[in-house]
């Protein structure tokens, strides 16, 4: 394990204390004012609050102790469809040694440090004997506790189900890449050869290379050092297939280059440029990536020259709506994407959130 992963696991579990012991503190406040009025009925006089609080609070620490492993219990034997009998019995059990030891642990500790250790009458058993009438009263506070801990288990197996969900649409989507991009490259090399067989054959050397890139198993997001560097490789590979008819430019924030991005997110992007823009054009044209920070945001831009008369649109087409597909299951609501085309201009904008990764 290491370094990182062992302190991030020591702070998720800091955390989980520190929230147990301030739910308890709530607990323990909000059954101060009925224990205090109680008292001074059956004393018929004035009780200190704070005395009180006190004397509540240390009779919920064996709670405060014992919470985790109801809540790990709750957790191992989930509440499911077809799946009831097992769990509810395992902790009906537990709840009969739970509920009367905590029970009793807090109404000596009470004793001990409230009343300094002196027992009604001197009578240990008549505190026990208490204690243990006070655990029927005590069962609802150990099925509120074991309800809380099935619906945290319930809610971190959704969790994992959706996230489980979102990595295999993610991987369905980044397999749709490489064969569209594979299948278009291909088709401009083979009508390249009959002009020009040893451009084509340099294409297909820097084809081959680009595939060893995009056949590696990578991650879902890559540092944009990365992302560029392919797309660069990948824009000699159409400055070749385009001889003198494409200018590719980089415009790159020097602030931004660990910046974290979906890999492959800027080639479709790129590729959707050449082919509806430069291609189209007798001229060629030129295609602008710029990336930038703004704020909390990173902001990834394609624009491209387009032809004066464009054929008629039909969809976005696989590139676009792939990109659009990743961006939503990645970063859900934290992102935006936009595509504007005007008269002389088509501008493809990501905005995604920006952190650092090694």
């Known amino acids: 394990m290491s370094v990182g992963m062992a302190e991030a696991e020591g702070d998720t579990g800091l955390r989980a204390i520190l929230i147990v012991v301030a739910a308890w503190l709530l607990v323990a406040l909000a059954w101060t004012p009925p224990t205090i009025a109680v008292q001074q009925v059956a004393l018929k006089e004035h009780v200190r609050t704070l005395q009180v609080f006190a004397f509540v609070l240390i009779g919920f620490i064996p709670w ?52 300094d250790g002196r027992f009604p009458s001197g009578d240990v058993l008549s505190v026990l004997r208490a204690a243990l009438i006070t655990s029927f009263y005590s069962v609802p506070t150990y099925v509120a506790v074991v309800a809380i801990g099935q619906a945290l288990g319930y809610f971190a197996r959704y969790r994992l189900r959706e996230r489980l969900l979102a990595r295999a649409e993610l991987k369905a989507l980044q397999a749709q890449i490489n064969p569209h991009f594979l299948f278009n490259t291909l088709n401009a090399i083979s009508a390249l050869g009959y002009r020009d067989p040893a451009l084509a054959d340099q294409a297909l050397t820097r084809l081959a290379e680009l595939l060893r890139v995009t056949t590696k198993e990578q991650s879902q997001e890559i540092p944009l050092k990365d992302e ?48 509806h823009g430069a291609a189209k054009r007798s001229d060629g044209g030129r295609v602008e990536i710029s990336v930038a920070r703004d704020r909390d945001a990173l902001v990834l831009c394609v624009r491209n020259d387009v032809p004066p008369r464009p054929a008629a649109s039909r969809g976005e087409g696989i590139g676009l709506a792939n ?36």
Request: glycine residues 6%.
């Open 64 to 115: 405060m102790i014992a919470t985790p492993g109801i809540l790990r219990l709750a957790r191992r034997f989930p509440l499911s469809e077809g799946r009831v009998l097992v769990p509810l019995t395992v902790q009906a059990l537990a709840g009969l040694i739970i509920v009367p030891l905590v029970t009793v642990l807090g109404r000596v500790l009470a004793v001990l440090f409230i009343q």
């Open 228 to 275: 560029i560097a392919f797309l660069r490789d990948y824009a000699e590979l159409q400055t070749i297939l385009m001889p003198d008819r494409l200018d590719v430019v980089f415009t790159i924030d020097n602030g931004t280059w660990s910046a974290a991005v979906p890999s492959m997110i800027l080639q479709p992007l790129v590729e959707n440029a050449i082919v």
């Open 323 to 358: 990109v659009r597909e990743r961006l939503r299951v990645l970063y859900g609501a934290a992102q935006d994407f936009a595509f504007e085309r005007g008269e002389v201009e088509a501008t493809t904008t990501i905005r995604i959130p920006r952190r650092e990764i090694a």
